[in-house]
């Protein structure tokens, strides 16, 4: 069931976004050659802490013999697509992409937001351009989200501009609704034919999060039951930003500066 949200309730997930997006600048100030990605994530947990928020990520999830997940924000390097759990063993190096999932609570509503960066030069052209297509294809899909649009809008603009730059969309993990659950219905996939789906109302806010690879689209998650990495080991890229539906178009409810 799609909940929509009311003036009051998207005004929450504002000042969520805002604190998402602070976390954001915060963090990737501390970015640089030699820094482990657990001090990345306790920079990110002591920034939303003093906001009078809480992390979304921390303690999330877990099922069977998987632990919830132990961090506040996600780290995920390289061949890495989403979900990679900070470490003190894991030490950010010069030329490495890094995605950074980051999520925070206010007043019972979540935003949700990613990045990825190249540490320090470009390992490659085609790292600053899988990178770019990413963001672009992220832009593009907001450019999709306003009222009367087909939920299948949003992935057929993600696809059209990861495919048409020769990359891969990833289809295992999707975007999602986000409120007072991190994950609400509906889920978002990455690709598809436009035109289809529910139609975008007024009130609905969605979690938007391109996830593109070099190489195949194919995915596997490694033994902390948590990263996922591409099967082949091609590079990713993640960005995503909380978009909610207005009357007369959409409001990016992460954006930074």
């Not at 482990?36 to 877990?62: C, H, M, N, W």
């Not at 998987?66 to 900070?86: M, Q, W, Y």
Request: net charge negative; with cysteine.
């Amino acid at each position: 069931m799609i909940i929509y949200k009311s003036p009051d309730e998207v005004d929450r997930m504002r000042t969520a976004g805002r604190i998402v997006a602070g976390t954001i600048d915060r963090v990737t100030r501390a970015v640089r050659p030699g820094v482990t990605t657990a001090e990345l994530d306790a920079v990110a947990e002591a920034y939303i802490r003093e906001q009078g928020a809480t992390p979304s990520f921390k303690g999330y999830g877990g099922s069977g013999r998987r632990k919830p997940f132990p961090a506040s924000i996600c780290t995920s390097l390289n061949d890495e697509i989403v979900h990679g759990v900070p470490s003190r063993k894991r030490i950010v190096a010069e030329g490495d992409l890094l995605s950074l999932d980051f999520g925070a609570v206010w007043d019972g509503f979540h935003g949700d937001s990613a990045v990825t960066l190249i540490v320090g030069e470009p390992p490659s052209v085609e790292a600053e351009k899988l990178v770019r297509v990413t963001e672009e294809a992220l832009e593009a899909a907001i450019s999709q989200v306003r009222p009367g649009a087909r939920l299948s809008d949003i992935g057929a603009a993600v696809q059209q501009v990861a495919e048409g730059a020769g990359f891969s969309v990833v289809r295992e993990y999707v975007g999602h609704g986000i409120g007072r659950s991190m994950h609400e219905e509906p889920q978002i996939p990455n690709y598809g034919e436009p035109g289809r789906g529910v139609q975008l109302k007024p009130g609905l806010v969605v979690a938007v999060e391109p996830m593109v690879n070099v190489g195949g689209w194919e995915t596997r998650v490694l033994a902390d039951d948590w990263t996922v990495v591409t099967e082949d080991g091609s590079l990713s890229a993640h960005f995503e930003h909380t978009i909610a539906v207005t009357e007369d178009g959409c409001e990016v409810l992460t954006a930074r500066g």
